[in-house]
């Protein structure tokens, strides 16, 4: 069993920076060969953001924040973080982290675990 916990959500201004972690536990099965960021705005579909690689650390990102978002790994502390910079109102979204067996996987049905989520808000 993968246990995933979001952190770091909260309020900016357009422009400014969040960052966010998911504290990665469990991770003895076939569903934790990659860790994602998903969003979901009211009204949306969840949307792909950037998965890492547990193994390599390769990344992959989606189109809407290529550039601007940034996903790492801290080995030390078993985390997922995902730097936000250049944050604008359409960023505003609930965000999940998930685990998945495979990499790069854009769909959230691909993903196994979920975190509960964790609210950025971004103000104009």
């Known amino acids: 069993q993968v246990q995933l916990v979001e952190s770091g959500g909260g309020s900016v201004q357009a422009g400014g920076s969040l960052r966010l972690s998911c504290a990665v536990s469990?991770?003895?099965?076939?569903?934790?060969?990659?860790v994602g960021w998903f969003r979901q705005a009211p009204g949306k579909v969840r949307e792909f953001v950037a998965a890492i690689k547990w193994t390599n650390d390769n990344t992959c990102y989606g189109d809407s924040v290529k550039g601007r978002f940034t996903i790492s790994r801290d080995h030390s502390k078993n985390t997922v973080d995902l730097q936000m910079n250049s944050l604008t109102p359409e960023d505003t979204a609930v965000y999940y982290c998930?685990?998945?067996?495979?990499?790069?996987?854009?769909?959230?049905?691909?993903?196994?675990?979920w975190g509960q989520g964790t609210q950025v808000t971004v103000s104009s």
């Open positions: 998930a685990g998945a067996g495979g990499f790069c996987y854009r769909v959230r049905y691909n993903y196994d675990y």
């Open positions: 469990g991770r003895h099965s076939i569903g934790s060969n990659a």
